[in-house]
Each structure stands twice: as C-alpha cells, then as structure tokens.
C-alpha cells in the first residue's frame, strides 16, 4: 500500500475549479475505495471558501448521506445563498454519477474586532515530553499489516491510551486527548489552513466514540453521519495543536464526539462535533 503523505492530502483538499461555482474534487484512494468523510468534508470547505474572497470560514455543518467511490472525483457545486455585510453563506453539493454523496452549510466573515474570550486550555503534559504514537502502538505493530505504526501525514502523541490501546482496558478512558501536527510545512493559506482542521476533526474526534463504543476504526464496520466545526482563530499547523476529545452518548448504533482544539500558546482554535454510526451497511455501497 503506497503511504499517504502530507502533501496528497493538501493538494487533494485544493480542488479544481471548473467554473464559477463548480468544483471538482480529486479523491484519497485506499484499498476500500472508500471516501474518507473528514477529507471530502475539507474539500467542500476550499470550495466554499474560493466563492467568498476577503473572507474567512468560521463555521461548516456537513452531512454525509453516500458513501461514493474513491477512484473517481467528486463534483462540488457551490450555491451563493447569501453575501451580507458582514457574514456570507455558502451551501455545497457534491455528487458522483448523479449520486448526492454530501450536503454542507458553510458561513464566512470579515474580520471584526470584538471582545475576545474563550475556555482555557486543559492542564496537559508538553507534547515533548509524549511518547511518538509509533512507540505506544509497538506491541500491535503485526496488525492488519502494521497499519497502527504505519506513517501517517499528522503526527500524533497521545496523553490518554490511543483507541487500539484502549480497546483492550477494562474500562474505557473519559477522553481521548492527544497532540498532533502536520509532519510537512502547511500554505498559507486559510482556506487550507480550515480545510485540514475539517480533515483532522473528521477522522480524528470519531476516536472518542469508538472508546466510548469499545471499538476502533478497523474492528467494526462504522461512518460519519454528519460533521460540524466552529473556527475561532488560525492555526499554525505545523506547531502543536491539542485535541481535547470526548464522547457525551452512545445510543440506537450511533456516537457522538466533540473535540476543542488549542495552539500550543493555549487559544482555543477549533469547536467540532460529529455523530458516527456503527452497525452493518445494508447493502454494498450504502453508508448505513
């Protein structure tokens, strides 16, 4: 399996512009060929985001409603529901083959000066003082192919048990926070810099329902249901952020998580929430 790096990630998000308000969108395959939800999510957000110049995202709501085929792009149409003085609305629509496969909301504002308060950062140990996830991961370093110390474009370090380290506790850990970092310098570019938060948030935060759900990624069949993310302030990227992860409930086959993200100098950066289903898709190619 070829490994993924940082910069098809990146480039993948920057989708191409067809015309005005169409986009299409260049998939991360894997053996699956499955859509990854947080990475198309990041994509719907660049493309809102290239239709509101001047501006930048402060939130985005998405809904995932098929699971789509990831050897194949994606169209994204951009609807231009609203250009107020202050705040602009953006909805997307990405399809594949006639197929709706997502639906998003996305808001974007002009810089206002306002009064400017947040939640203080969690007391955390320094992410330099954490252990590499590679070496927390190394007794299961033969699973599925070594996939758990496989490389990754974000680096992780975790303060809590990872979800493979916490499937096999007797109980599971309250949160899931960690440490991470984009292993490769990021543009400057804010509508990649909101594009790859949407991508870390949407595959990372799940993790907290799946400790929640005594499972992972890889022991259980599971998908997004829907995504949404506040964006508070830019991040560097390549500098340290912490994600403070939880799951509140449980219930009727599906999760929901919430991480709060925070620079390294203790600003919250980023609100996101999500709802993950578990269970057995009814048929090939349906997402639930």
Known sequence: MTELTLYDVLTTLDVAQV???????????NPAH???????????VVAASRTAPQRTAHSAHV??????????????RVDRLRDGGSLST???????????????????????????????????????TLPPVTEQLVAYADEFGGLWVRPQPIERRYIDPPPRVAYDLPEPPARTRMWWRATEPVPDDPALNSALLTYVTGTSTLEAAMVA??????????ALIDHALWFHRPAHLTDWVLADQF?????????????????????LVCTATQELYFGRPARSGSRR
């Open 90 to 128: 953006r909805r997307v629509t990405a399809t594949q083959d006639g197929q709706v496969l997502l639906e998003a909301l996305a808001s974007f504002t002009v810089r206002i000066d306002s009064v400017d308060t947040h939640h203080p950062m969690p007391d955390v140990p320094d992410p330099d």
């Open 19 to 29: 015309d005005d308000d169409l986009f299409e969108a260049t998939q991360l395959d």
């Open 247 to 267: 799951s509140p409930s449980s219930l009727g086959g599906r999760g929901l998580a919430t991480a709060t993200m925070y620079n390294r100098t203790g600003e």
């Open 213 to 222: 759900h005594r499972t992972t990624p890889l022991h259980s069949f599971n």
């Open 34 to 44: 499955h859509i990854v939800g947080g990475h198309i999510a990041g994509q719907a």
């Open 63 to 76: 809904y995932f409603l098929r699971a789509g085929d990831a050897r194949y792009p994606v169209q994204m």
